[in-house]
């Protein structure tokens, strides 16, 4: 039977990877939905090559895409803004939904897919991070699939038993049962480092937006290319991975592999590693999401090992990426610890592109919302959303009167 996906995010990175895959696979999958935040010409584009049954874009979108759909597309049902997202998200007709809008932008609809029971490919780690243990409730009450599409925890669910992945799609975990299950002794997440990892500490201070997003191995939008060059991508990774796979933040390692093309390991009780290698390139994961428990033609290219040569790993230098160590704490402390660190992380990394901090400022600004908000309770979805929008209201109006302190000493900076 042929799949019906729908695309959250579609003009993105995710998006142009994971339709690239599907275009080579019309047997099996059908685009049914689309949604578009900016790209008016790209979504166009889409929507006369896929033919989708609905779009939702931005406000700002409309008018230009609404003339584009009356040149001969009118049976194309166009939704607007986060509610029309959200419509598409549980539409009864989609079989699977590519979570593919970055940061805390995707959480509701990327919820909106788990309470409809879809097959969620996640790529985003933002709504995994914010929603916590909870996840694994949405899942079980709704009989949602959440399978990831990042390329570290892909691999890691690439690694893991058929019995373990079968756990960890339905929710049905808690905290350490894989460990105790499927005699997993702990999880190895690789970094590439970013483009800042032969930096000397001591050039940190002057880092520009531009070369912060400049990465070497990946094409990433601007704000998760930033995220690596902090590292803070990584800790983010770790709270996901706790989440994805009832696993401990002190079960989890992360070493730097420059290369990238081990995309993480897998450690065993019997003292195996296992490891997922591929070229890096997006489309390994998704391609591999998508035909679960199958495999397909992704259309990347054959990974070579003798031409890959050596591959290097290290550990990773604390002091230049305190970011890491601050979101393994927040990890280890749950609650509303992970849900500030992202919220004040996308805060960071916007007044860094602004020009109102400094890239070594970013974590004694994230460091200054971990004291403010943490002992905040969260116990469900509208709580979850209440502190994030309190935590970037309450720091967005502090950089906007100019009484925000960013003297936290963080190690390093």
Known sequence: MIKNVAILGATGSIGT??????????????????TSHTRTGNCCAMIKKFKPKMVAVSSEMMSDVAGFLTDGFGSVALLEGDQGINTIAAAEEVDIVIAGISGAAGF????????????????????????????????????AQIVPIDSEHNAIFQCLPKA????????????????????VRGIILTASGGPFLNTPLEGMSDITPDQAAAHPRWAMGRKISIDSAT??????????????????PQNIEVVVHPESIVH????????????????????????????EPERIESGVERL???????????????????????????????????IVLNAANEIAVNAFCEGR??????????????DKFCDLTVDDVAS??????????TLQNRLDTGTISLQHAVAGY
């Not at 996901?240 to 696993?247: K, Q």
């Not at 003292?271 to 489309?283: F, T």
């Open 264 to 291: 993480s390991f897998v450690e065993y009780l019997d003292g195996s590693i296992v490891a997922q290698l591929a070229n890096p390139d997006m489309r390994v994961p998704i391609a591999a999401a998508l035909a």
């Open 17 to 34: 990877s994971a339709l690239e895959v599907i275009e080579k696979h019309p047997d099996r999958f059908a685009i049914w939905g689309l």
């Open 108 to 143: 509701a609809s990327t919820v909106s897919a788990i309470r409809a029971g879809k097959k969620v490919l996640i790529a985003n780690k933002e709504p995994l991070v914010m929603l916590g243990g909870l996840l694994r409730q949405l899942v079980a009450e709704s009989g």
């Open 384 to 393: 979850i959303t209440r502190l994030d929008q309190l935590v970037r209201e």
């Open 357 to 370: 901090i400094r890239f070594t400022d970013i974590p004694n600004f994230i460091h200054c919302a971990l």
């Open 304 to 338: 070579d090992l003798v031409r890959a040569g050596q591959l290097n790993f290290q550990n990773p230098d604390d002091r230049k990426f305190p970011c890491l160590a601050m979101a393994r704490q927040a990890a280890e402390a749950g609650g509303a610890a992970p």
């Open 164 to 183: 373990a992945q079968i756990d960890c799609m339905s929710g049905g975990i808690d905290k350490g049962q894989i460990l105790l299950r499927h005699g």
């Open 231 to 248: 590292m803070m991508n990584k800790g983010l990774e770790i709270v996901e991975a706790c989440v994805l796979f009832g696993v401990s």
